[in-house]
């Protein structure tokens, strides 16, 4: 009997532990997220409302109901990339938090510089080589030209001095 009273107590005592590490939250709709979780989301998306303010720190009624509105979808099981989805359908896409065709916004100030680089180089010399030819070539020509005619007239208002 004693045996058996022990047995019985082991199986007991074996029961209630498996049962104690078995039972967890209880709840119809899944444990609730936490508000790190809401502002992981809530962080890439921008308020509709206030402009240029992440919604993970935006203190308008709003913001704090759209943020109700993140914990509630999480709660039922919605996945982050469901819950953007939500936004920019009902939103636009400018809530998100990245700029739509990624490609073009880094592609395109990058051609713009090079391109002004290349045009600002371009004027640079064209700037600067009409005038070291003119001083290389057109300046030496000129001068015994511009020195002869010169002299020329010089001797011709003194001979008509004399």
């Not at 509709?48 to 039922?76: G, H, K, N, Y």
């Not at 953007?84 to 739509?100: C, I, S, T």
């Not at 090079?114 to 057109?138: H, V």
Request: proline share 7%.
């Amino acid at each position: 009997m004693v045996g058996q009273s022990r047995i019985n107590f082991c199986v007991l005592l074996f029961t209630l532990i498996l049962a104690g590490l078995w039972t967890g939250s209880a709840s119809a709709q899944g444990p609730t997220p936490t508000d790190d979780e809401v502002n992981r989301i809530a962080k890439q998306l921008y308020c509709p409302v206030c402009e240029s303010t992440p919604l993970d720190v935006c203190p308008t009624e709003a913001c704090r109901q759209w943020r109700e509105l993140i914990r509630e979808m999480l709660t039922q099981g919605k996945s982050e990339a469901e819950i953007k989805q939500y936004f920019v359908e009902h939103y636009g896409p400018q809530v998100l938090n990245e700029p739509p065709n990624r490609l073009a916004s880094y592609i395109v100030p990058v051609v713009a510089f090079l391109l002004g680089a290349l045009l600002l180089f371009r004027g640079f010399q064209m700037w600067i080589k009409p005038i070291g030819t003119e001083s290389a070539s057109g300046a030496r020509e000129a001068e015994p030209v511009h020195q002869a005619d010169y002299l020329q007239k010089m001797e011709e208002e003194l001979k008509k001095r004399k």
